[in-house]
């Protein structure tokens, strides 16, 4: 391991237990209605009686848990435990199982739909919480979430539809969010598919799971990477037709390690070489095109070049991992800079030095997006915390 990467994981291992941890930690728990704050804003207020929704509350669950497995932290232990009661309590269906997608402050369902993408995440949670301490519903939580997925697979052209109602039939509105288009099929929501099922399969080596798993990376391979671009494509007819140019450059470097993640799962060589091939490529076609002159990754491109030009935390975060998984696969000493390099403009641009936690993000000039959340429905700690473990994890020769 280089010099700069060790210093890399030096800092972000501080990152992590120094100012993100007692964050998370201290600021976040609902002490009056149970389990945690629904928003909080970019100054640290808190909004008392704003909703809760499955998204953050899942990924704080894998935060917590994933935290305690690494650095045995008893309060992240705590938290994970209050986390995963207050989702299995609240969010998941007890008549027809998933989870649903929005509470309201006090704990009740107001959006009962049933997302793919927020299946995905509950298994995800629910997985980690189980191989981090054993604990044995949580895993048998994991594995009825997985045969509701299931459910939505489309047995004619493969992959996941992205919506129903709470009686699992599919809705006319598919989005995941206001931002999203309304498609029967889309790359987000199986990325973190593959996510959930890679980390289930860590806990549970189920057969069916192993072929579900080579299935999806199939389908990244076959459909949803564009074979002449090397970027992912986001949004699918039925038939994976698709429906959409732009490049969220965030997701293609995320996915650049999740997809040799599970790869790499499987112990397929011949697979394995296929994806990291791919996925090589896919990462060296976003340093080329992702990346500002600051460091900062740019949120959409298309063939044209840049779309958005803001810079929000995750993608940052990702990039992070992202860039230090294709050094180790490549020793291209390029990534490692570039890692190095983003994480510097997280450190200028992006850590909030006065009301902790990251910014949302920056503007093209400049500017912090204090309009945004600094804890909401879409913005937790899995993508900053889950970078600062993983860099931490690849302290280890180059591959």
Same mark, same amino acid.
């Given at each position: 391991?280089?010099? +700069? +990467?060790?210093?890399?994981?030096?800092?972000?291992?501080?990152?992590?237990?120094? %100012?993100?941890? &007692?964050?998370?930690?201290? @600021?976040?728990?609902?002490?009056?209605?149970?389990?945690?704050?629904?928003?909080?804003?970019?100054?640290?207020?808190v909004?008392?009686?704003?909703?809760?929704?499955?998204?953050?509350?899942?990924?704080? !669950?894998?935060?917590?848990?994933?935290?305690?497995?690494?650095?045995?932290?008893? *309060?992240?232990?705590?938290?994970?435990?209050?986390?995963?009661?207050y989702?299995?309590?609240?969010?998941r269906?007890?008549?027809?199982?998933?989870?649903?997608?929005?509470?309201?402050?006090?704990?009740?369902?107001?959006?009962?739909?049933?997302?793919?993408?927020?299946?995905?995440?509950?298994?995800?949670?629910y997985?980690?919480?189980? @191989?981090?301490?054993?604990?044995?519903?949580?895993?048998?939580?994991?594995?009825?979430?997985y045969?509701?997925?299931?459910?939505?697979? $489309?047995?004619?052209?493969?992959?996941?539809?992205?919506?129903?109602? @709470?009686?699992?039939?599919?809705?006319?509105?598919?989005?995941?969010?206001?931002?999203?288009?309304?498609?029967?099929?889309?790359?987000?929501?199986?990325?973190?598919?593959?996510?959930?099922?890679?980390?289930?399969?860590?806990?549970?080596?189920?057969?069916?799971?192993?072929? %579900? !798993?080579? /299935?999806? /990376?199939?389908?990244?391979?076959d459909?949803?990477?564009?074979?002449?671009?090397?970027?992912?494509?986001?949004?699918?007819? /039925?038939?994976?037709?698709?429906? =959409?140019?732009?490049?969220?450059?965030?997701?293609?470097?995320?996915?650049?390690?999740?997809?040799?993640?599970?790869?790499?799962?499987?112990?397929?060589?011949?697979? /394995?070489?296929?994806?990291?091939? @791919?996925?090589?490529?896919?990462a060296?076609?976003?340093?080329?095109?992702?990346? =500002?002159?600051?460091?900062?990754?740019?949120?959409?491109? =298309?063939?044209?070049?840049?779309?958005?030009?803001?810079?929000?935390?995750?993608?940052?975060?990702?990039?992070?991992?992202?860039?230090?998984n294709?050094?180790? !696969?490549?020793?291209? &000493?390029?990534?490692?800079?570039?890692?190095t390099?983003?994480?510097?403009?997280?450190?200028q641009?992006?850590?909030?030095?006065?009301h902790?936690?990251?910014?949302?993000?920056?503007?093209?000039?400049?500017?912090p997006?204090?309009?945004? $959340? *600094?804890?909401?429905?879409?913005?937790g700690?899995?993508?900053?915390m889950?970078?600062?473990?993983?860099?931490?994890?690849?302290?280890? &020769?180059?591959?």
């Amino acid at each position: 391991m280089t010099d +700069a +990467a060790t210093t890399l994981s030096r800092v972000m291992r501080a990152e992590l237990v120094d %100012r993100l941890l &007692p964050f998370w930690t201290q @600021r976040v728990l609902d002490h009056r209605h149970g389990g945690f704050i629904g928003r909080m804003a970019s100054d640290g207020v808190v909004a008392p009686r704003a909703d809760k929704g499955v998204i953050l509350n899942t990924r704080l !669950l894998w935060t917590y848990a994933a935290a305690y497995r690494v650095l045995g932290n008893a *309060k992240c232990k705590a938290l994970a435990d209050r986390a995963y009661a207050y989702v299995d309590k609240h969010f998941r269906d007890p008549v027809h199982d998933g989870v649903y997608w929005m509470l309201d402050y006090t704990g009740h369902a107001i959006d009962d739909k049933k997302q793919t993408y927020a299946q995905a995440f509950a298994i995800y949670a629910y997985s980690e919480y189980a @191989r981090a301490t054993g604990h044995e519903a949580a895993q048998a939580a994991a594995v009825a979430l997985y045969r509701c997925v299931e459910r939505c697979w $489309d047995a004619r052209h493969g992959g996941y539809l992205e919506g129903f109602t @709470r009686t699992w039939v599919p809705r006319a509105d598919m989005r995941l969010s206001d931002q999203d288009r309304n498609v029967p099929k889309g790359m987000n929501t199986h990325l973190h598919v593959l996510e959930a099922y890679t980390n289930l399969y860590r806990i549970w080596p189920d057969a069916g799971l192993q072929h %579900r !798993l080579r /299935l999806l /990376l199939r389908l990244f391979l076959d459909h949803i990477i564009d074979a002449q671009t090397h970027h992912l494509r986001s949004y699918f007819a /039925l038939d994976w037709a698709p429906l =959409d140019t732009t490049v969220s450059c965030g997701h293609d470097i995320e996915a650049s390690w999740l997809l040799y993640e599970a790869a790499e799962l499987l112990d397929d060589a011949s697979l /394995l070489r296929e994806v990291q091939s @791919r996925i090589v490529t896919m990462a060296r076609a976003t340093l080329a095109e992702g990346f =500002d002159s600051d460091g900062g990754v740019l949120n959409e491109r =298309d063939g044209q070049g840049p779309l958005d030009t803001d810079k929000h935390w995750w993608p940052q975060a990702e990039a992070i991992v992202g860039c230090l998984n294709a050094y180790h !696969l490549t020793h291209d &000493p390029a990534f490692l800079t570039q890692a190095t390099t983003t994480w510097r403009f997280v450190e200028q641009h992006l850590l909030d030095r006065t009301h902790g936690e990251w910014f949302w993000g920056i503007s093209q000039d400049g500017t912090p997006m204090l309009e945004e $959340d *600094k804890v909401g429905p879409w913005k937790g700690p899995y993508h900053n915390m889950r970078a600062c473990l993983e860099v931490m994890a690849r302290m280890m &020769p180059p591959r």
